[in-house]
């Protein structure tokens, strides 16, 4: 079956700018992760989510991050006014249901802010 | 703080002979560990869990050790080829995930 996918890819943006990454997980996964991974560094977590409610936005480094899932299926991470230090890989995982089921990862979008 | 960590950076080893990749935890209360793998270019890829109830679990060409007494898990590959090339990361579940650093495998032909 197919796997957690995210789009764009590859995102390059001018710094200020605002940016939305996707991710669609699992079908019937009922938990959304968002991690950032800077290079050459593990994943960090950022926000959590069980169906349409962020049950854990910890992670998230500023106000100019924001994450929702509305339909508890699909989920955007927007990004707004893009700083330098923004530039990373951001991923996206989905579960069965909850934090202590096996996490699946898609590719990655990379965040290049010039 | 409480952290994953990873004794070594990297780790190069001879096709055919066997990996080990160690990892530290501080975190007492954690309860379940994964290990991950991950290629240039893509996410991370599940490779085997274990939960603290356990101290040793088998998977194909892969074992992962816990020994909770001294924090410390490892990952086994057995008969190590070149596409177990990679950055391997283990990671600490309690409210959430949380990842080490990450060993870079080699494998040299």
Redo the contacts between chains.
């Keep these: 079956g197919a796997g957690?996918s995210q789009s764009p890819r590859y995102k390059v943006a001018k710094r200020g700018q605002d940016v939305a990454l996707r991710c669609d997980p699992i079908s019937g996964h009922v938990s959304l992760?968002w991690y950032q991974q800077a290079l050459?560094?593990?994943?960090?977590?950022l926000t959590?989510f069980q169906n349409e409610a962020q049950l854990?936005k910890?992670?998230l480094p500023s106000d100019r991050f924001f994450a929702e899932r509305p339909e508890g299926s699909v989920s955007t991470l927007k990004i707004q006014r893009t700083q330098q230090e923004d530039s990373a890989v951001y991923?996206c995982?989905s579960s069965l249901a909850g934090?202590?089921e096996?996490?699946?990862?898609?590719?990655?979008t990379r965040l290049l802010v010039l | 703080g409480e952290s994953v960590g990873l004794h070594l950076p990297t780790l190069s080893v001879q096709e055919g002979d066997n990996s080990i990749i160690n990892c530290a935890y501080s975190n007492s209360a954690s309860d379940y560990f994964i290990w991950y793998k991950q290629e240039s270019g893509k996410g991370p890829q599940f490779i085997i869990d274990i939960r603290s109830n356990m101290d040793k679990r088998q998977g194909q060409r892969v074992t992962v050790l816990l020994n909770k007494t001294v924090k410390h898990l490892s990952l086994q590959i057995a008969a190590t080829q070149p596409g177990d090339s990679a950055v391997y990361f283990c990671a600490e579940n309690t409210d959430d995930m949380r990842f080490g650093a990450g060993t870079r495998l080699t494998v040299k032909p």
């Design positions: 957690v992760f050459g560094q593990g994943p960090e977590f959590y854990d910890s992670g991923l995982a934090t202590q096996t996490q699946y990862f898609g590719p990655g």
